[in-house]
């Protein structure tokens, strides 16, 4: 049984930082697939960042390209997601999902992780003008 918990969140001016962690835990191995989702208020949720280890695969939603990097520490079985340059518009509760991606390295990964992973309750992200 996958089980995630988020952390790391908080508010910040435009223009700063924040470091998402996501303690993954269960039954997990080499093989898992993660990411991070956020939704802002009153709308719906939308990918962010993915990545698939043992393939090296990394996704990046166009709106987070270049300031956003997702990481995930093996050893620690943690992922991260490095926010620079926040924007106002960044403002959402951030979460992570993670399960195992044991499918064809050529499979639409992120789809098969947001139906099928185990989620956590999330962070609250807010960016200040």
């Known amino acids: 049984q996958v089980e995630v918990a988020e952390s790391g969140g908080g508010s910040v001016q435009a223009g700063g930082s924040l470091r998402l962690t996501c303690a993954i835990s269960?039954?997990?191995?080499?093989?898992?697939?993660m990411g991070w989702w956020r939704q802002p208020p009153g709308k719906e949720r939308e990918g962010v960042a993915a990545?698939?280890?043992?393939?090296?695969?990394?996704l990046y939603a166009d709106s987070v390209k270049g300031r956003f990097t997702i990481s995930h520490d093996n050893l620690k079985n943690t992922l991260y997601l490095q926010m620079n340059s926040l924007q106002p518009e960044d403002t959402a509760m951030y979460f992570c999902?993670?399960?195992?991606?044991?499918?064809?390295?050529?499979?639409?990964?992120?789809?098969?992780?947001?139906?099928?992973?185990?989620w956590g309750q999330g962070t609250q992200v807010t960016v200040s003008s």
């Open positions: 269960g039954a997990t191995n080499e093989r898992a697939c």
């Open positions: 999902a993670a399960t195992l991606c044991s499918m064809n390295p050529n499979s639409d990964f992120v789809s098969h992780l947001r139906r099928f992973g185990t």
């Open positions: 990545v698939w280890p043992v393939i090296r695969k990394t």
